[in-house]
C-alpha cells in the first residue's frame, strides 16, 4: 500500500510546500501532493503555488496571525531557492 510519505515523496515538493497548498485548497495531504506535482510540470504551473503560498501569507496577516505568516515566509524563500523559475517575471 502507498502511504502518504511515498506519495510526498513522488514530488518536487517539500513537505512544507504540500502542506502550503493543501491549507490554500482546503485538501488533504495527499490530493494536495497531486495538486502541487500537476501544478509543477504545468506552464506557469510553479508561478501558481509561488501565487498560493503568497496568498495565504497574506491571509494568515489579515488576521493577525504573524507566526503563520512567518512560517510560510520561510516555506516561500525555500520554494523559490529550489525553484527559481517560479520567481514572477522569470520568463
Do not use: K, W
Not at 509561488?50 to 501569507?57: K, L, R
Amino acid at each position: 500500500m502507498i502511504s502518504l510519505d511515498d506519495i510526498e515523496d513522488m514530488t518536487d515538493l517539500s513537505r512544507d510546500e504540500i502542506t502550503a497548498i493543501a491549507e490554500h485548497e482546503n485538501l488533504p495531504d495527499a490530493d494536495a501532493s497531486l495538486l502541487g506535482d500537476y501544478l509543477m510540470h504545468l506552464h506557469h504551473g510553479p508561478q501558481r503555488v509561488q501565487a498560493m503560498i503568497c496568498e495565504d501569507i497574506r491571509a494568515a496577516l489579515h488576521r493577525d496571525d504573524t507566526g503563520r505568516a512567518r512560517e510560510l515566509y520561510v516555506v516561500l524563500h525555500c520554494f523559490l531557492t529550489t525553484h527559481p523559475e517560479a520567481a514572477r517575471g522569470t520568463p
